[in-house]
C-alpha cells in the first residue's frame, strides 16, 4: 500500500479552539461524503504459523478491537502504541486523496503544529500492510486468513474491500523522544484534513507518552 508522508501545513487556521483549561479541544469540521467506518484498534505483534514440526513467526495486526466512532469522525480511547485501521469509501476517498494533510498540535496549544521530527504525531495514514491484517494460514490468532506470500495477501485484501467500495487507511500512535520529553503527560489533538474544504476525514486525541 501507498504510504502517505506526514505533511506540515502552512496554515493552522482550521484548527480553533473550542475551551481553554486541561479539557481544552481544537475545533474540527467532519467531511460531509466520507465517514470513517469499520475503525479498529490493535497493535504490531508476532502470530506462528504451526506447519507439522515447524513452527514459523509472522507479523501480524494484533489484540483487534472495535472503536465506536464519536461525533461524526471522532476516534477516541487511543494511547501511544495503540494502531488503528479505518475504512473509508473509496470512490470519495480518491477524488480527493492527494490533497489529505495530517496535522498534530498539543491540545492545549493549538496554534503550533507538531512537526515530522518530533515523534508523538502520527507521521503517517498507512502504516499497517494488509497482509499483516489478512494472516497467514495456517495460525490460531482466529482472525481470518490465506494462503499466499506477503504481497498477494495484501493485494488479496485490497480486493475485496475494492467490491465493496472501501479503501483501508491506518495510523500507529508513537511515543515522544528527549527532543519531545518536556510535553510528556500532554494531550496531542491530530486531524487528516482536507485544506480546500478545512473538513477532516478523522480526529483523534491521546496522551503523549514517553518511552517504555
Not at 477516541?76 to 492527494?98: I, M, N, Q, Y
Not at 490533497?99 to 503517517?124: E, F, Y
Request: hydrophobic fraction near 30%; proline fraction near 4%; aromatic fraction near 8%.
Amino acid at each position: 500500500m501507498k504510504t502517505l508522508g506526514f505533511a506540515v501545513v502552512i496554515s493552522v487556521s482550521s484548527l480553533l479552539v473550542l475551551s481553554t483549561g486541561a479539557d481544552a479541544r481544537p475545533a474540527y469540521k467532519c467531511h460531509k461524503k466520507i465517514t470513517p467506518k469499520n475503525v479498529i484498534k490493535g497493535n504490531n505483534g508476532k502470530y506462528e504459523i504451526k506447519q507439522g514440526l515447524q513452527t514459523r513467526k509472522q507479523n501480524g495486526f494484533l489484540g483487534r478491537s472495535q472503536i465506536k466512532v464519536q461525533n461524526k469522525c471522532f476516534i477516541p480511547d487511543l494511547r501511544s502504541d495503540d494502531c488503528v485501521l479505518v475504512h473509508l469509501p473509496k470512490k470519495a476517498f480518491e477524488a480527493g486523496h492527494s490533497r489529505w494533510k495530517m496535522q498534530c498540535v498539543l491540545s492545549d496549544n493549538p496554534g503550533k503544529l507538531i512537526t515530522s521530527s518530533m515523534r508523538g504525531a502520527l507521521n503517517s495514514t498507512s502504516v499497517i500492510d494488509g497482509y499483516k491484517v489478512l494472516t497467514k494460514c495456517p495460525n490460531s490468532t482466529g482472525y481470518k486468513c490465506s494462503d499466499g506470500d506477503n504481497r498477494n495477501r495484501s493485494r488479496r485484501l485490497e480486493k475485496e474491500l475494492a467490491k465493496k467500495d472501501l479503501v483501508m487507511r491506518s495510523f500507529c500512535v508513537p511515543r515522544s523522544h528527549m527532543r519531545a520529553g518536556k510535553n510528556v503527560g500532554k494531550k496531542v489533538f491530530c486531524q487528516w484534513l482536507d485544506p480546500q474544504t478545512s473538513t477532516v476525514l478523522f480526529a483523534t486525541e491521546y496522551l503523549f507518552e514517553g518511552s517504555k
